[in-house]
């Protein structure tokens, strides 16, 4: 269970540690005017500054720097922006706010690796050869212990591995717009959003913007932010490699998120280990929610989920953020609903 309550935790009874978590990241940048329409975050002013990359980091490794999130989080710098230098050298304007904004490209050969050591720069080359843009490499180990409780008692919960390691490559190119920012609070902001947008420079100083990337995307149980995360999913298609379970991504392709099952076709039930956690409704078969986006196993990619590895492919693109957890707008670069 998680340490304090409110803490992430996979409700299923899960933990979850990485060995590594690689991104690509390009083109940081800052625009004019965050708050040109109230109702449509993707939209600002004029682009003023940009640094390019593409820049590999290795988000489990971390760096020197103390990260936004709080003293356990490390972060490190990857570049700094002088002025507006797509506005002939302008200096910045102390008195409005800049829009924010940065990509996760596919992984490329002129990426400069920021932090990534010799295993990481073996994996970062896997990416490469299948056009990854972000991957999740660790182990998952069970231990919801004696109180977890299923919604089929019939289904034999102890025949899924308890230790499962992955390796998750997600195709997702993206670029995060106009982000909200923490950093500003208490200031307004629009409408429902959870914070004032954009980024207030500062007069013989350096603001610090941090693109920050969330773990727990991939493992959602809906396209609501912030749902439960589960694991069993996952399990329940690992494949026996060399005397260990593993799962990767390609193992959730074609496989039915509104009616999971394991490898031998068997419905999966819901797990819970926290009691804070209750299923979304009544079904004992755990299923996922895409909200109004369709899930039509033959249909386009850019209209419907087909399976299991789009829905996940498709949250996890959302997990972009600044300042920790500053929501921004989503621009997808492959093949998927708006």
């Not at 991504?249 to 819901?270: I, S």
């Not at 850019?302 to 590895?309: G, V």
Request: proline content about 7%; charged content about 25%; some cysteine.
């Amino acid at each position: 269970p998680p340490a304090s309550d409110g803490d992430p935790a996979f409700v299923d009874g899960w933990e979850i540690k990485f060995d590594e978590l690689l991104v690509t990241l390009d083109k940081i940048t800052l625009s004019e005017n965050p708050d040109l329409s109230p109702t449509d975050q993707s939209k600002t002013g004029k682009k003023v500054a940009e640094v390019d990359g593409p820049w590999a980091v290795d988000l489990h490794k971390g760096g020197p720097l103390s990260g936004k999130g709080g003293s356990d989080e490390q972060a490190v710098a990857i570049a700094t922006i002088e002025d507006e230098n797509l506005n002939d050298h302008a200096p910045f304007d102390e008195t409005q706010r800049y829009a924010f904004g940065f990509d996760v490209v596919a992984a490329s050969d002129a990426a400069k690796k920021v932090n990534l050591d010799a295993t990481a720069t073996s994996h970062y080359a896997t990416m490469i050869k299948n056009g990854w843009a972000v991957l999740y490499v660790g182990t998952a180990m069970w231990k919801g212990g004696t109180s977890c409780t299923s919604s089929d008692p019939s289904y034999d919960v102890s025949k899924l591995p308890t230790k499962v390691t992955f390796m998750l490559g997600f195709k997702s190119p993206s670029t995060y717009l106009n982000c909200q920012n923490p950093d500003n609070d208490p200031a307004k902001a629009l409408g429902g959003e959870e914070h004032e947008r954009g980024i207030q420079v500062k007069a013989n100083g350096t603001t610090i913007a941090q693109a920050t990337i969330h773990t727990d995307h991939p493992f959602w149980e809906s396209f609501t932010h912030d749902t439960p995360a589960h694991f069993d999913q996952l399990a329940a298609r690992a494949q026996l490699v060399d005397g260990e379970w593993t799962v990767t991504l390609e193992d959730m392709k074609g496989v039915d998120f509104t009616h999971f099952t394991d490898t031998k076709d068997k419905a999966l039930p819901w797990r819970s280990c926290l009691t804070s956690y209750m299923p979304p409704d009544n079904s004992k078969t755990m299923h996922f929610d895409s909200l109004g986006i369709p899930h039509d196993p033959n249909g386009d990619p850019k209209t419907s989920m087909r399976d299991a590895l789009d829905f996940m492919t498709y949250d996890q693109s959302t997990q972009g953020h600044l300042n920790s957890d500053g929501l921004c707008y989503v621009e997808r670069h492959y093949p998927s609903p708006d």
